[in-house]
Every structure is written in structure tokens, then in C-alpha cells.
DNA sequence: TAGTCGCA
DNA sequence: CGGA
């Protein structure tokens, strides 16, 4: 397995599913999405739509709305608990994210060709010795980082469909984003888009 | 402050 | 980018 350290803590993995593997996990999402439909967040206070569309799986669901983020058993629409979280999902963080506990939470957001995510951090759980660990698939994107103060320079990597990257140490709070897609990069999904799963430990462990 | 916009 |  390939891996980079793009700065210490933040590690790609290029790559890090096959096709095959990629078909299977698109698959365990259409199952999600059917359970829990894809919802629009909302900032706090505002109530602005974010571009990117989103649901969850696994014990907790991280949502959005006027009140403000949080993690929640239930979906904000159906009020029903989130659907477990795939196999493939439990054992790609089992690998990766060197951390001795299952995660809590597998916030899925799915990019329309247009769709954006605004630089940002992790932070609304209460574990941060535990790492994020991301998967993309679908469209290629064009994914800043920087540091942990939102005016640190930043770079950007193009993440392709199949690969992973784990923010963790000193890497687990810097400021990340997407600034865009780049469609018809993939023919993994039929209509084109992104989608993205972050495995999270949210609570301490017990 | 996970968005949007204006300006360089 | 930086401001709000």
C-alpha cells in the first residue's frame, strides 16, 4: 500500500480502494441513501444552504441546521437512527486510522459537479486522539489544506475515486476543503458528482 | 465562518 | 486572499 505524508500527520493514500472495492462501497451507499435520504444542511443562524448534499451512518450522524452542528442518533428528516455502518467501512478504519476503537460516526456527503465545501475544521467532536479518516469516490476533487489557523497558507491535491486520507496528531484539526470537481473524471457514478465518507470518533471512549 | 462576496 |  502506497502511502504520502503530505504534511506531519496528514497521510494519503492514493489509490487506497480498487475498482472493485469502490463498486462494492458505492453500492453499500445506494442501500444508506435509501434508509436515510441524502438531506441539505444549513448554517447555524443564517440557515444558507450548503452545495453539498449529506447523510450518515454508524451509531451518531453529524448534522447541520439554524441551531447549529452536532451529532445525533437520528436522521434530522425521518427522525429514524442512522443505518450501521458497512463492513468494508469498519475495516478500511480498522487499517488505517491506528486507533484502538470502532468510530462513531460516517458522515457521507455527495458533490454535485457545481457543488463546493468552504475550508473548514473537524471539530465538533470530543475525541481528537483519534484521527479523520476520508474516502472519495466518484469525480476527481480539488482538496485544499493548511494548518490549524484558518490564515495558514494552504496546498491542494487532486483526490481521485478509491482514495483515502487520514487527518491525525497534529494534522487532526488543520483547516481543509474542497474548492471544486472535476466532472466527467470518473464513470464510477453514473450522473457524476463526488462522494465523500469521514469515519469519526466522536465521543471519548468508554 | 462546513457560506458568500468583493477585491487584488 | 481577507473581512465580517
Known sequence: MTSITLAPGLTYYPDYLDRQAQEELLQSLRDITREAPLFTPRMPRTGKPFSVRMTNCGPLGWVSDVEGYRYQPTHPETGRPWPA???????????????????????????????????????????????????????????????????????????RSGDAIVFGGPARLIYHGIDRLMTGSSDLLPQGGRLNLTLRKVGKPL
Open 85 to 159: 455502518m458497512p463492513d468494508q467501512v469498519l475495516r478500511t478504519w480498522e487499517e488505517l486510522s491506528e486507533y484502538p476503537h470502532p468510530p462513531d460516526a460516517c458522515l457521507v456527503n455527495f458533490y454535485e459537479p457545481s457543488a463546493r465545501m468552504g475550508l473548514h475544521q473537524d471539530k465538533d467532536e470530543e475525541e481528537f486522539a483519534a484521527p479523520v479518516v476520508s474516502l472519495s469516490l466518484g469525480d476527481t476533487a480539488l482538496f485544499r489544506y493548511g494548518g490549524l489557523d484558518r490564515k495558514d497558507p494552504t496546498k491542494s491535491i487532486r483526490l
